[in-house]
């Protein structure tokens, strides 16, 4: 075995530990949220607008 070989499993794994990570992570915001489609954890996203503060009109 040279010496790259461990380097290269070493690596793979990381990545795939990353991988993994952010799957799982996706999963249990979908699973927070009920759709698995989406991974956007807030509900209403894609409502109407809230009006400005009073004093931010440009």
């Not at 698995?36 to 400005?52: A, Q, V």
């Amino acid at each position: 075995m040279s010496a790259g070989y461990p380097l290269l499993f070493l690596a793979l794994g990381t990545l795939g530990g990353i991988g993994f990570l952010a799957l799982a992570a996706r999963k249990q915001v979908a699973d927070l949220k009920n759709d698995p489609r989406r991974s956007n954890i807030i509900k209403d996203h894609g409502g109407t607008p809230r009006p400005n503060m009073p004093g931010t009109e440009h």
